[in-house]
């Protein structure tokens, strides 16, 4: 994928505040600073989106939800808006904990150029790890997209890939009619030995385990063979981690205290 210079990108994308179409024009003088904990801009983001692809991985350690009309797939990591439990002050991510593809990609991402009917390559020019004649340029001697900045593009042009798989399978979950709505929350245990009220945390989208049960065999079969089944699973064996979001928010609670 070309660089490309065309206007200002538009909407609205989560820790995106100022994305550029990147060109050799604007920021050939740009590199990325080497930054051992480069995680503080997602610090804000208690959900991030996930593709199909990462379910396996993220359901270990994050419950994944469907939210708003399109049944987004969501990896939920905190309880509280603004805040991601799994990114700690200084910018360093969880030991261990995996790292959704969204973040990963930060600062590139791809925006659609709907007057050439293509996509375009930007780069969020507000972010921290991006400065003048840094380590890594992002272009080389010759004003070409430098080694980096390559495998940066093929990195987003992978994710838009699975990003509309994502979307295929949300299609075929909606197609069979298997969501349903969900609620998390939970309760503390008073000093009388007795239980709080619920305190609701969400309410999304999930798959509705009655209703996979009660499909036909040969739907089953086909969920089975395409790999789409073993996403539900993936997806339904998560949602007991709102348990362990709770500790883990607890736990900082107490630490900030």
Known sequence: METATVGPVSGNVLFYTKPEPLSREEHGKLGVLRMDKPYGFASIGHVVPLTVAEFGFAGINFPIIFAGEQRVPLCVMGVNAGENLFIKNDGAFATGAYIPAYIRRYPFVL????????????????????????????????????????????????????????????????????????????????????????????????????????????????LRDSGALDKIYSHMASLLGWDRLVMIASERAAQTA
């Open 111 to 222: 925006a659609s150029d709907e007057s050439q009917n293509r996509m375009v390559v930007c780069i969020e020019r507000n972010a921290p790890m991006l400065g003048e004649n840094a380590e890594v340029p992002l272009f080389d001697d010759k004003g070409e997209p430098s080694e980096y900045t390559q495998s940066a593009i093929k990195f987003c042009e992978d994710f838009e890939t699975e990003r509309r798989r994502t979307e295929a399978f949300v299609d075929l979950l909606t197609s069979l009619d298997l969501f349903e709505t969900k609620q998390a929350s939970f309760q503390t245990t008073l000093p009388d030995g007795t239980q709080s009220a619920p305190v609701v945390l969400a309410d999304y989208f999930g798959v509705s385990e009655e209703k996979l049960g009660k499909l036909p065999a040969e739907k089953l079969a086909e």
